[in-house]
């Protein structure tokens, strides 16, 4: 069994939206009756629309349960040094462009890379692992490949969610 790396404030996420799903099952259940009350289920888009309700509902419970025993959960304040891991934050430089971008390297269940977060597990992160200042890196991307500088390592704790 692969072990998933995940944040302390990740897993707490996780657990919070879990719980939150599971209080909404009775709801969905009574909304599911009362349609069903309503008469022809054939032509009832109550019914229909609270049965998928269920069904995405049961499967986000399913997935989230079934990642639970296999996350290494790791406290962000306990990592540090001078290489790109899990929890840091990467400046890089496109080397063509002068373009920077900054991103904090997460687990695949945390990555938003709206909000600057990527998983260890997207080209980049991956690209990334290891790297150490000054250390460049090739990234394959949908417009070709894509050299970037290593500018800067930091280590800045929790991810704000």
Same mark, same amino acid.
């Given at each position: 069994?692969?072990?998933?790396?995940?944040?302390?404030? #990740?897993? @707490?996420?996780?657990?919070?939206?879990?719980? @939150? !799903?599971?209080?909404?099952? +009775?709801?969905?259940?009574?909304?599911?009756?009362?349609? @069903?009350?309503?008469?022809?289920?054939?032509?009832? =888009?109550?019914?229909? =629309?609270?049965?998928?309700?269920? #069904?995405?509902?049961?499967?986000? &419970?399913?997935? &989230?349960?079934?990642?639970? +025993?296999?996350?290494?959960? &790791?406290?962000?304040?306990?990592?540090?040094?001078?290489?790109?891991?899990? #929890?840091?934050?990467?400046?890089?430089?496109?080397?063509?462009?002068?373009?920077?971008?900054?991103?904090?390297?997460?687990?695949?269940?945390? =990555?938003?890379?709206?909000?600057?977060?990527?998983?260890?597990?997207?080209? $980049?992160?991956?690209? !990334?692992? #290891? *790297?150490? $200042?000054?250390?460049?890196?090739? $990234?394959?991307?949908? @417009?070709? *490949?894509?050299?970037?500088?290593?500018?800067?390592?930091?280590?800045?704790?929790? &991810?704000?969610?």
């Amino acid at each position: 069994m692969d072990s998933i790396p995940i944040s302390v404030e #990740g897993f @707490r996420k996780l657990e919070r939206e879990l719980e @939150r !799903l599971k209080k909404e099952r +009775p709801e969905v259940i009574l909304a599911i009756k009362e349609a @069903r009350e309503e008469g022809d289920l054939r032509e009832n =888009a109550g019914y229909d =629309a609270a049965r998928e309700r269920q #069904g995405m509902l049961e499967a986000r &419970i399913n997935f &989230i349960e079934s990642r639970m +025993p296999r996350f290494n959960v &790791i406290d962000l304040d306990t990592l540090g040094g001078d290489q790109a891991i899990f #929890g840091a934050t990467v400046e890089i430089e496109d080397v063509d462009t002068g373009d920077l971008k900054k991103y904090t390297l997460l687990g695949p269940d945390e =990555a938003e890379p709206s909000k600057g977060t990527i998983s260890i597990l997207s080209p $980049v992160g991956q690209a !990334l692992l #290891g *790297k150490q $200042v000054g250390d460049e890196l090739v $990234v394959d991307a949908p @417009r070709g *490949k894509i050299n970037y500088e290593v500018v800067s390592i930091t280590f800045n704790g929790p &991810i704000a969610s």
